[in-house]
């Protein structure tokens, strides 16, 4: 929880309230309230992100959900496509549709991929179907429908006038269709984008109901806004009607937060490293801009294994997660290998260390144990840590069976997450055909900079940032969002046989419709007295080659297509294709499949820091043992100076707050004056 006033920066961190998700907000907003002195009624802005939805599709408890769709398609969903995430393993469990063949209906209207009415919508076949959905046989009553016909992407009007029916008989039923929620191409993945956005609508309309409901009985006169998984900020009825997109809305903060770092200090390729709790999370900035996705995936039956969740068709930030946090579990597998994650300790029961009822070890355990954190400085309000049950559980967990001591096992513990995230880094920048070496890595989140300085080691980074507020990162980026928002939607034209004017009409349409809603929510968010706000636009075409899978994406100008606009897409795909790929193929058709525009209100200015000389001018106090895995045991100072800087040192420990800082060895890096806080260095 962060509280921007003119006096700077107050936050506080309070423990997630389960049966009341929004009783754990309220308790953050009065209790960072009172800490900057200010009264309730003066918040002008109130930005929210949440992993409620998320949380739902993983574990299965949204809305009692139907899904309609096409005659011959009721099982899309569960055919997924011809993909297996894991090729050679004959016991292969592919991931259980989010709904079950009994709740999947059928109507027998048909729309072609040219839009042309292949089979006529019936209306006696529908209100048929409405009943069957009313009446249940077994009496229990549908909270949510989700409707996908094939080709609703090019034609939703069969979608619409199923939704009218169905609200003239159930007006209570929470209703979303395909055409609306994601109108693109591949009835799989827009299906399952459909089926989630459904799935979790009654959960989120009802939680953003009620946490606006309880923040203005409280006094708050301010709108609710939340971030969404592309990094903008909408309305509550925008999040309410598509909840789907709120299902990266955390990690989306912290990525925003990084870019804006990155802008401060002048630094164009930026690798953002966020570790809470549960997950470690990877991004790649360049330019001061976090890449996006048009889809991802989300529920992996194998966590961090891509294709073995379910695919979600809207615009993202881009990141790849591993179960590498504070609260990842640690164990020993059949090979006697040191296993930490994906499962989590959470933050309830917790790590064994909080002596809230978790017994197994965990990262934060290890940390402890190693005295890279201290039981009198940890940042958590409420919790006093247990070295005694950290090491009590290390000694269960990993130590028994290896025949380790604690602080050993600790230390593989820590090794393991170390490389698991330098793996992953890897692995995505080679995706990206990026060199990570180059990059320079700002970590914030509770976890992050403790481990970040191993990692620079692992990844051959020379440059480490930690900026001011790093432990609530991702909420200060919510206040750095703008107010924004993308659409995508389908539409097919080869290069060599271009309609400019059909394409110039799409993309007005879509400019038109999503300036409409970002102006009204800027107007809602930022109180401007001045009018309309000034608007930023993008627009990208997604390309490929004819017959090719997948597309890669093409940035537009802002000016509209002439007749010559069909060879202009095609010399920007080629050089595109050549960047991604190293060469581009003479001679083959050349196709656009999907369409963006991104709506924004503009980015505000940041003040530049410079950087200044390190220094060495520190203040020596007590010791404390800091246990290393490449040096030993060693005796280290505390060590204090007033402004943010770098220490060659053996082994060191910074701490700010709530969170800490170990760089590895040797590790020598610009500073930059950012704040002039007082840390500690052990």
């Known amino acids: 929880m962060v509280l921007e006033t003119d006096d700077g920066l107050f936050s506080t961190k309070v423990?997630?309230?389960?049966?009341?998700?929004?009783?754990?907000?309220?308790?953050?907003?009065?209790?960072?309230?009172?800490?900057?002195?200010?009264?309730?009624?003066?918040?002008?802005?109130?930005?929210?992100?949440?992993?409620?939805?998320?949380?739902?599709?993983?574990?299965?408890?949204?809305?009692?959900?139907?899904?309609?769709?096409?005659?011959?398609?009721?099982?899309?969903?569960?055919?997924?496509?011809?993909?297996?995430?894991?090729?050679?393993?004959?016991?292969?469990?592919?991931?259980?549709?989010?709904?079950?063949?009994?709740?999947r209906h059928v109507l027998s209207e048909r729309i072609g991929a040219d839009g042309s009415v292949l089979r006529p919508f019936d209306d006696d076949e529908a209100r048929a179907l409405v009943e069957v959905l009313a009446e249940r046989a077994d009496g229990d009553t549908y909270e949510s429908v989700a409707v996908g016909f094939i080709h609703a992407y090019v034609d939703g009007t069969h979608e619409r006038r199923f939704r009218d029916l169905l609200?003239?008989?159930?007006?209570?039923?929470?209703?979303?269709?395909?055409s609306e929620v994601s109108p693109q191409m591949r009835e799989f993945e827009r299906f399952n984008t459909v089926c989630a956005n459904a799935y979790v609508q009654p959960l989120m309309a009802t939680y953003l109901g009620e946490l606006e409901r309880r923040l203005q009985a409280t006094g708050a006169r301010c709108p609710v806004s939340l971030i969404h998984s592309g990094g903008g900020l909408m309305t509550v009825e925008t999040a309410s009607r598509f909840p789907v997109r709120l299902v990266e809305s955390g990690p989306a903060g912290g990525a925003i937060f990084a870019a804006d770092i990155a802008a401060r200090h002048g630094l164009d390729a930026v690798l953002s490293y966020d570790m809470g709790g549960t997950t470690a999370k990877i991004c790649l900035i360049?330019?001061?801009?976090?890449?996006?996705?048009?889809?991802?995936?989300?529920?992996?039956?194998?966590?961090?294994?891509?294709?073995?969740?379910?695919?979600?068709?809207?615009?993202?930030?881009?990141?790849?997660?591993?179960?590498?946090?504070?609260?990842?579990?640690?164990?020993?597998?059949?090979?006697?290998?040191?296993?930490?994650?994906?499962?989590?300790?959470?933050?309830?029961?917790g790590p064994a260390s909080y002596g809230l009822g978790?017994?197994?070890?965990?990262?934060?355990?290890?940390?402890?144990?190693?005295?890279?954190?201290?039981?009198?400085?940890?940042?958590?309000?409420?919790?006093?840590?247990?070295?005694?049950?950290?090491?009590?559980?290390?000694?269960?967990?990993?130590?028994?069976?290896?025949?380790?001591?604690?602080?050993?096992?600790?230390?593989?513990?820590?090794?393991?997450?170390?490389?698991?995230?330098?793996?992953?880094?890897?692995?995505?920048a080679v995706e990206n055909g990026k060199d990570v070496s180059r990059f320079t890595v700002i970590a914030f989140g509770g976890g992050?900079?403790?481990?970040?300085?191993?990692?620079?080691?692992?990844?051959?980074?020379?440059?480490?940032?930690?900026?001011?507020?790093?432990?609530?990162?991702?909420?200060?980026?919510?206040?750095?969002?703008?107010?924004?928002?993308?659409?995508?939607?389908?539409?097919?034209?080869?290069?060599?046989?271009?309609?400019?004017?059909?394409?110039?009409?799409?993309?007005?349409?879509?400019?038109?419709?999503?300036?409409?809603?970002?102006?009204?929510?800027?107007?809602?968010?930022?109180?401007?007295?001045?009018?309309?706000?000034?608007?930023?636009?993008?627009?990208?075409?997604?390309m490929r080659y004819a017959g090719q899978g997948w597309e890669i994406p093409v940035r537009l100008d802002a000016a509209p297509f002439d007749h010559l606009g069909g060879e202009l897409l095609a010399n920007r795909f080629e050089k595109a294709y050549e960047e991604f790929f190293g060469r581009a193929i003479a001679g083959l058709a050349i196709e656009a499949i999907g369409w963006s525009v991104r709506v924004a209100t503009p980015r505000p200015p940041v003040d530049r820091i410079e950087r200044v000389a390190a220094s060495r001018d520190v203040a020596t106090g007590r010791s404390r043992t800091i246990h290393d895995p490449t040096t030993g045991t060693p005796r280290g100072r505390q060590l204090s100076w007033s402004e943010t800087t770098w220490l060659s040192v053996t082994v060191c420990r910074v701490r700010q707050s709530s969170w800490n800082l170990r760089p590895p060895p040797g590790c020598p890096a610009p500073s930059r004056r950012s704040c002039r806080p007082t840390v500690a260095c052990w």
């Open 15 to 103: 423990l997630t309230t389960y049966d009341a998700p929004e009783q754990g907000i309220l308790d953050g907003v009065h209790q960072v309230v009172a800490d900057a002195g200010v009264d309730l009624a003066d918040l002008e802005t109130f930005i929210h992100g949440t992993t409620l939805a998320t949380n739902a599709l993983i574990s299965r408890t949204g809305a009692r959900t139907a899904l309609v769709t096409t005659a011959g398609f009721r099982d899309t969903i569960e055919m997924r496509t011809e993909s297996r995430f894991e090729q050679y393993d004959l016991n292969l469990v592919l991931p259980t549709p989010l709904i079950e063949r009994r709740d």
């Open 167 to 178: 609200l003239e008989r159930l007006p209570d039923v929470a209703v979303s269709i395909s």
């Open 286 to 349: 360049e330019d001061q801009t976090p890449r996006t996705a048009k889809t991802f995936e989300v529920a992996r039956t194998h966590r961090f294994t891509r294709g073995s969740g379910m695919p979600i068709s809207i615009p993202v930030i881009e990141m790849i997660e591993i179960g590498a946090g504070g609260g990842s579990i640690a164990g020993v597998d059949v090979l006697g290998q040191i296993r930490v994650g994906p499962l989590s300790a959470g933050s309830e029961p």
């Open 358 to 428: 978790g017994a197994a070890p965990t990262v934060t355990d290890a940390d402890l144990v190693l005295g890279r954190l201290s039981a009198d400085t940890f940042g958590a309000p409420g919790i006093d840590l247990s070295e005694e049950a950290a090491r009590t559980a290390l000694d269960a967990g990993v130590g028994a069976t290896l025949g380790l001591t604690s602080d050993t096992a600790a230390e593989g513990v820590v090794e393991v997450v170390d490389e698991n995230m330098a793996n992953a880094a890897r692995v995505h």
């Open 448 to 542: 992050a900079p403790l481990h970040a300085g191993r990692l620079c080691d692992k990844l051959d980074v020379d440059e480490l940032l930690i900026p001011p507020g790093a432990s609530v990162g991702s909420a200060i980026g919510f206040l750095r969002a703008p107010v924004a928002y993308e659409a995508l939607r389908s539409h097919h034209a080869l290069t060599s046989d271009f309609d400019h004017e059909a394409a110039n009409r799409m993309l007005a349409e879509l400019w038109a419709h999503e300036a409409t809603g970002v102006v009204a929510a800027a107007l809602a968010t930022t109180h401007q007295a001045d009018g309309p706000p000034a608007l930023e636009t993008e627009r990208w075409v997604f």
